[in-house]
């Protein structure tokens, strides 16, 4: 029997840093509203899952709603304007729970890039701390992600 051809990866979705206004503020602004769409994602999905998977899910949906909400104190000590664009969220229909999971550990890759070339980047003393715990963050999650895949008997 031939093998299935693999997925083709999607664009990157668009957590990165298209610096419209070539500002620090910009590029935080683009990462607060990228890990709260991770936030809903991660609700979505727990929703439709059961038991571990959905603890899981659930533990996952917190820990992107906390980066969000470290992103956010971080550009209202750059701006000292609040940040919180939950009404910006948009419901792009829930995908089945093996292909939001792909989903959510792509975002996840992407924003681990992202924080990796922002740090470089930066001067700032309250990102250079707050970018590596972004990347730690992503890493966790993308070994979460992978493990619930492997135990959903993939």
Known sequence: MPRPEPLPRPEP????TAREDNSPTAALRTQILSALEGW????HLA?????ATQR??????????QDARSLAAAYFLLTGVRYWPV???????TPSL???LRRQHQREEDGERVYRRELA?????????????????CQTRCRQLRILLEHSGM
């Open 13 to 16: 979705l668009p957590l990165t």
């Open 47 to 51: 929703r439709r899952a059961k038991g």
């Open 98 to 100: 093996w292909s939001g």
């Open 40 to 43: 809903q994602l991660c609700r």
């Open 56 to 65: 899981s899910l659930t533990h996952l949906a917190t820990a992107c709603h």
């Open 87 to 93: 009404d910006a969220l948009t419901s792009s229909g």
């Open 121 to 137: 980047h930066t001067q700032n003393p309250t990102l250079l701390e707050l970018y590596p715990q972004m990347i730690q963050g």
